[in-house]
């Protein structure tokens, strides 16, 4: 048999420091962080913006049923009134924008 000869020392060096960097978890914390504080940040702004998505959506039904029912209960509705509908229904909708309604 051949006798095993010793590693040198520059892979002696390399393999310990591998060893020691696989081991390591000094920046571990880091890392998680760069990983989680993204991802925390970017659900909490997606949670806001689907709360004001969705309450949007049920100012603008309830709008659209209060109108519904106001103009349905006149046998006839002229201008004037439709303007007054108009701007109670805006009221309702408030602070969102009624322009392009």
Do not use: C, W, Y
Not at 6 to 13: A, D, G, I, N, Q
Not at 42 to 68: D, P, S
Not at 90 to 98: S, Y
């Amino acid at each position: 048999m051949r006798p095993q000869r010793k590693p040198s020392t520059r892979k002696r060096r390399r393999s310990h420091f591998l060893h020691r960097l696989a081991r390591g978890q000094a920046g571990g914390a880091l890392v998680e962080a760069a990983i989680v504080i993204p991802l925390g940040i970017f659900l909490f702004l997606g949670i806001g913006e689907f709360a004001q998505g969705f309450t949007v959506n049920r100012r603008i039904e309830a709008a659209a049923g209060t109108a519904a029912d106001l103009v349905t209960r006149q046998p006839s509705v002229n201008t004037a009134e439709l303007n007054g509908i108009r701007q109670m229904l805006d009221e309702m909708i408030r602070p969102f924008p009624t322009d392009t309604l």
